[in-house]
């Protein structure tokens, strides 16, 4: 009875997202039956029992949540196992809700891919002990030390670094053929919030494009929400008539890359390909594959078997990708690409490499980031290891948060 009532609420609960600007939507539910799923199994899968469970803070028009739900979906269908798939779920008590009715429901393990669910997935599991709860981005999970709750990330700051090659050599290409000069190089950067995962990626970008087009400076404006298509495409407006002449973003619409298109300007997405609204205009996009990580912790739980608090994926797991370039790439672009990332690989190379950048004019040789104490804002661990800021290392979610030299800031409100 009680699932019962938890269905029914599921389907009739409407809720409004919280970020400012956004459109109102409805929480929305979607199952993948047991039967349905054992005819897409992969034929190499072992058996896996169990269900899972999906919580995400949009649906498919946000690129951020498309990502996740296309990996979902892969993961589940590889496995064969039933899933619930929960769309448009608020950073609030909602998610809470959502997931103790995903337990209700038998899911063994249940899944959150925002930043603000994680309270609301704690207290979940402190609540349902037998089900496991996993969260992306998070921090809390290596000092909560509950056995049934896991934060997970990936090394996404490398992707974004080959990424920033990519607009570095979109940059040399334009210089080269007279279109702006080296020192009219500037990158324009739509941001949500000034969360260190943010810094954290437009930093790594500006250090790809500069470690091959060293004149490169960049314009950062944040929008104080993941989801604002008007506001992602006033941001984008506003850098382009501030002579910002490519433009990348941590941000989930379509409206940098449409403002883009229609000015002419390249641009640089995040989560998967724009080429769909901007055909002429996009180069490339990095992207977080959560499907390794869905794959490993599903096993693990219907193994009843102990698994990682706090799990970081890499290029090596394949959870860190890039799309297909698009047409507006400069030539040889791939090929810069390859070789900056077999350099990651084999650890010769460092995106948070200190030689490379300055803060206020000097060199940074020691930090002590926020690692353990997320919610105090105080620095409690060393990052700088043999000259290289060690990011997504002590901790899975990202914690840089320096303010380098060569990127303004326009505005930093949110």
Request: net charge negative.
């Amino acid at each position: 009875m009680k699932r019962f009532a938890a269905l029914l609420l599921s389907l009739l609960m409407v809720v409004s997202l919280c970020a400012c600007g956004e459109t109102k939507t409805s929480a929305s539910s979607e199952t993948k039956t047991e039967a349905s799923a054992e005819e897409n199994k992969t034929e190499a899968t072992e058996s896996v029992k169990i269900k899972a469970g999906f919580i995400f803070l949009h649906d498919e028009n946000s690129t951020y949540d498309k990502n996740f739900i296309v990996a979902a979906k892969e993961a589940c269908d590889k496995l064969g196992i039933e899933y619930v798939m929960k769309t448009n779920i608020p950073e609030g008590q909602e998610c809470y809700e959502a997931a103790a009715e995903l337990a209700d429901e038998g899911c063994g393990i249940v899944f959150a891919d925002s930043f603000g669910h994680e309270d609301f997935m704690i207290q979940a599991a402190k609540e349902y002990k037998n089900v496991q709860f996993c969260h992306a981005t998070g921090t809390k999970a290596h000092t909560e030390n509950l056995s049934n709750y896991h934060n997970a990330f990936a090394s996404i700051y490398e992707g974004r670094y080959l990424a920033g090659i990519a607009a570095g050599m979109k940059l040399n290409e334009m210089i080269e053929s007279g279109k702006i000069t080296a020192d009219q190089a500037k990158i324009g950067y739509i941001g949500a919030y000034t969360y260190a995962e943010v810094i954290s990626g437009y930093t790594s970008f500006f250090l790809g494009a500069r470690s091959v087009c060293p004149s490169a400076t960049m314009e950062v404006t944040f929008t104080g929400s993941w989801y604002d298509e008007t506001a992602e495409k006033e941001g984008a407006n506003t850098l382009i008539a501030d002579n910002c002449v490519l433009i990348s973003q941590h941000a989930d619409s379509m409206g940098a890359p449409t403002a883009c298109e229609t000015a002419g300007v390249p641009n640089v997405s995040y989560n998967g390909s724009t080429a769909s609204v901007a055909p002429n205009t996009f180069i490339v996009s990095s992207r977080i594959n959560w499907a390794p990580y869905f794959e490993y912790a599903i096993t693990k739980a219907a193994a009843g078997e102990t698994f990682e608090a706090d799990w970081t994926g890499t290029i090596a797991t394949e959870s860190v990708l890039l799309t297909e370039l698009g047409g507006a790439a400069a030539a040889g672009t791939q090929e810069a690409i390859d070789a900056a990332k077999a350099k990651l690989v084999d650890g010769s190379l460092k995106v948070f490499d200190t030689a490379t950048f300055t803060v206020d004019g000097a060199a940074v040789t020691s930090y002590m980031a926020d690692v353990d104490t997320d919610a105090a804002y105080e620095g409690d661990h060393e990052v700088i290891v043999n000259g290289a800021f060690e990011e997504s290392t002590f901790r899975s979610a990202p914690y840089f948060n320096l303010n380098i030299d060569g990127i303004t800031l326009l505005n930093s409100a949110f």
